[in-house]
């Protein structure tokens, strides 16, 4: 076996970091070790078990639930604009108790299954690509992202996780692509300390030594990660978690993983990816499962922790609205808003001060729980023609955007508050009810 060292993407930390740490200090902060602060002896050895990718595909989910079920892993974060997010939610409902962070998702790898931002993509361009999904890669992303775009997402990705009732318990970032530089991982650990959420860290990863020197005196620090690397042989995949185990040292450690099946759903999305595919994902499960695997935990005695026992020490989850009958609160309702260009025309400076402006107006709505969810026009503007009026007016709809709210008098509110109208557009304010659904009452 060759040394037990974590193997990230490539790329990470790009830049050298030139400025001093930015997170906020805790008065009188606890100095010990991080396991005496979870109320562990200076010798345990705590691990967490975390499997990373939930929501990529149904793959993953059955493994990764079965995996969590089963407590094979401790915790799991989950990639919220992915497809399959609304499975996790109604895991979440099911088993509300799960340790499950966020997965904060940036860049979008195979080739042929894509996502994109959970934010309007008129307010997060520098975002995606020329194909209109993210970047694929994480020095892409790096290269194009607009820091304030990527607030706006990070938060826009928490609160889309939080309005089905999943409280995250930590936060890191699919393919580590908020790692990428100082200034990535600056806008990371500021959301997360206002949620009071800790974020994946480790001091035994060289590419995360700038990043500690960000990390404040109440940002708790595991003492090491694993995962396994290229240069692990297939033949040989036990046998590294298995060493790993026999090795802990005192302290914290979390080991990440990435669990699916290898079959027909898991093999066509990660075609021709041997690194992280099918094949990959399917030996982790088993190692993870296995009884060797279970044994060792057991002979070296390893204590299992998860994320949410670390976010106690920061006081965290902060507490979540309540947006639905479930979760003992009012029900939110959707509503939509049909923006129309009106006469004006606007020089270059109006149009970047609406820009801005549009896009500050959007991470508030995003910081205060609302949903935004832009549709596509030429879907839409058949169901919204009815007998309430025509799309088809002189000034043509130059966007739709769908919010939630408690009723009609609060979305009106909503839309008066839009810099828009500043800037020459009108907004009309609708109930939306989908007609499939509507058919399907009939």
């Known amino acids: 076996m060759k040394s037990l060292i974590v193997c990230f993407p490539p790329a990470l930390f790009l830049a050298v970091l030139t400025s001093a740490a930015q997170s906020p200090s805790k008065p009188n902060a606890d100095l010990r070790p991080l396991q005496g602060q979870m109320g562990y002896a200076p010798d345990a050895k705590l691990l967490i078990l975390n499997a990373d990718d939930l929501a990529v595909s149904h793959s993953e989910d059955v493994a990764s639930f079965a995996a969590l079920d089963n407590k094979f892993i401790t915790s799991a ?3 919220v604009p992915c497809p399959w997010f609304m499975e996790v939610a109604a895991y979440v409902e099911t088993q509300p108790d799960a340790d499950l962070g966020l997965h904060l998702t940036f860049t979008s790898e195979w080739q042929t299954y894509r996502w994109g931002p959970v934010s309007p993509r008129a307010i997060v361009p520098s975002l995606m690509g020329p194909d209109g ?6 020095q892409e992303f790096a290269k194009h992202a607009n820091l304030d775009e990527v607030e706006i997402e990070t938060r826009a990705q928490i609160e889309r996780a939080r309005s089905v009732g999943l409280e ?5 970032a699919h393919m580590h692509a908020l790692y990428g530089t100082p200034e990535l991982f600056k806008v990371l650990l500021k959301v997360a300390n206002e949620y009071k959420l800790p974020v994946r860290m480790a001091r035994n990863i060289k590419s995360f030594e700038p990043a500690l020197a960000l990390m404040g005196p109440g940002n708790p ?3 090491a990660i694993f995962s396994p690397g290229e240069d692990v ?4 995949w036990k046998d590294y978690y298995v060493n790993i185990l026999r090795n802990l040292q005192p302290g914290v450690t979390e080991i990440f993983v990435h669990l699916a099946h290898d079959d027909a759903e898991s093999q066509a999305i990660m075609v021709d990816h041997a690194d992280w595919g099918a094949a990959w994902r399917q030996r982790e499960f088993d190692a993870v499962s296995s009884v060797e695997f279970r044994k060792a935990l057991d002979e070296n005695h390893i204590v299992l922790v998860g994320w ?3 976010q106690k020490i920061i006081g965290g989850p902060i507490v979540a609205p309540k947006t639905s009958p479930s979760q003992g ?3 939110q309702k959707l509503y939509v808003l049909i923006f129309r260009q009106g006469n004006r025309k606007l020089s270059d400076d109006e149009q970047r001060r609406r820009t801005d402006e549009v896009r500050a107006w959007a991470l508030q709505q995003i910081q205060q729980g609302r949903g935004l969810d832009p549709r596509i026009l ?3 503007s058949e169901r919204l023609g009815d007998n309430r009026g025509s799309l088809n007016d002189p000034q043509p709809v130059i966007a739709l955007n769908f919010i939630q709210a408690a009723n009609f008098e609060e979305a009106i509110k909503i839309a008066k508050t839009h810099p828009g109208l500043r800037y020459g557009v009108s907004i009309e304010v609708r109930p939306w009810a989908d007609p499939r659904v509507q058919t399907m009452q009939k």
């Open 77 to 79: 974060t989950v990639m």
């Open 133 to 138: 999904y993210f970047y694929a890669n994480a």
């Open 168 to 172: 995250p318990s930590h936060l890191d």
């Open 221 to 223: 620090i595991p003492d």
């Open 233 to 236: 042989p297939a033949s040989g």
């Open 308 to 310: 949410r026992d670390i």
């Open 329 to 331: 609160g009012p029900m």
């Open 378 to 380: 030429g879907e839409e």
